[in-house]
């Protein structure tokens, strides 16, 4: 079985302009999270979304936001970049909604802002 | 707010015993995760637990203490390739992570 795959896997933007990053889970998972990664603060929760849903939120400004398709595939867009959100970004698949659920994380994408 | 802590790093030598612990405050509780990750690359699922007590697996075993607020990793049998990042994460309906506690595992 194919795992969570995630595209671009590295991108460079410059300060102001707006990115889309891609998710596809696994097969029969119906759940995506995701997460950004930074040395500074580690590991920090987005979103998670269910039945194209958004059914949890973190912590993050309202230039991050997501969708889910039917087919489970998700897609992450922060708008008006700032080099703060420079990161790895994590998306993470499950069977069902909720985090008691093993969560299988991609590979991330690795977003450079300058 | 949550607050979970972890040592920042930790140094044992192949064959050895490692404990890594996690204390943790949060507003809500459901389980707590380990998760490992090498550098460069995802973080990948080693144990949940849930209830109070120890849970092995292998060379893994996870324990969790649900009135102090505490969890630990235990690595037995240290192989190089367990030099990793240990993660633990609380579930309060969603997952908030530890920084991360890098082992380094010398020959």
Same mark, same amino acid.
């Given at each position: 079985k194919a795992g969570v795959t995630q595209t671009p896997r590295y991108l460079i933007k410059t300060r102001g302009q707006q990115v889309t990053l891609s998710c596809s889970p696994i097969s029969g998972h119906r759940s995506v999270s995701w997460y950004q990664q930074t040395p500074g603060q580690g590991l920090q929760f987005l979103f998670e979304y269910f039945s194209e849903t958004q059914r949890n939120k973190g912590?993050?400004? #309202?230039r991050f936001s997501g969708r889910q398709f039917s087919n489970s595939r998700s897609e992450m867009n922060v708008s008006t970049?700032?080099? #703060?959100?420079s990161a790895l970004y994590l998306c993470a698949s499950s069977l069902?909604? #909720? =985090? =008691?659920y093993e969560q299988y994380f991609g590979p991330g994408t690795r977003l450079t802002v300058t | 707010g949550q607050n979970i802590d972890q040592p920042t790093e930790m140094t044992a030598t192949e064959g050895a015993i490692v404990q890594i612990n996690c204390t943790y405050q949060t507003s809500g509780f459901n389980g707590l995760f380990w998760y490992q990750q090498h550098a460069g690359e995802a973080p990948t699922f080693l144990s949940y637990n849930v209830l109070d007590g120890l849970e092995e697996k292998g060379r893994f075993s996870s324990f969790l203490s649900r009135s102090k607020g505490y969890s630990y990793l235990l690595l037995k049998e240290?192989?190089?390739?367990?030099?990793a990042s240990y993660l633990c994460a609380v579930n309060d309906y969603k997952l908030s992570f530890g920084a991360g506690t890098t082992v380094t595992v010398r020959a």
């Open positions: 912590n993050f400004p #309202g970049l700032e080099l #703060g959100d069902e909604a #909720g =985090s =008691s | 240290l192989q190089m390739k367990d030099s």
